[in-house]
């Protein structure tokens, strides 16, 4: 069983940023593919960006590339998402999601039925 604790959410105006964290647990967490999805009040789950592996290619939605970078920090178990010049639309619960061994090759990264761990979710809240 994977565990996995997100924070750094929290309220900022139009314009500013955000970091969020997401510790997991697990010996082998440097195998596991990572991504950040977020969910909206009304509306699905959705990707924003994500790890096929540790050393495979990095994903983003469209709406939050060249705004939001993703990170990993296989050394603390932790997997990041900064988030810059944020938007009221970016407010949603943000969620981190993780496959253990990585993602196969018939696995889309933005699916989220594929990753077998979520976290909690952490709140986003960005206001005009």
């Known amino acids: 069983q994977v565990q996995m604790v997100e924070s750094g959410g929290g309220l900022v105006q139009a314009g500013g940023s955000l970091r969020l964290s997401c510790a997991a647990s697990g010996r082998t967490f440097s195998r596991y593919a990572m991504a950040w999805f977020r969910q909206a009040p009304g509306k699905e789950r959705e990707f924003v960006a994500g790890f096929r592996s540790t050393a495979g290619t990095i994903y983003y939605a469209d709406s939050v590339k060249g705004r939001f970078t993703i990170s990993r920090d296989n050394a603390k178990n932790t997997v990041y998402l900064q988030m810059n010049s944020l938007k009221p639309e970016d407010t949603a619960v943000y969620y981190c999601?993780?496959?253990?061994?990585?993602?196969?090759?018939?696995?889309?990264?933005?699916?989220?039925?594929?990753?077998?761990?979520w976290g909690q979710g952490t709140q986003v809240t960005v206001s005009e």
């Open positions: 999601a993780a496959k253990v061994f990585g993602l196969a090759i018939k696995d889309p990264v933005d699916r989220s039925n594929v990753y077998d761990y």
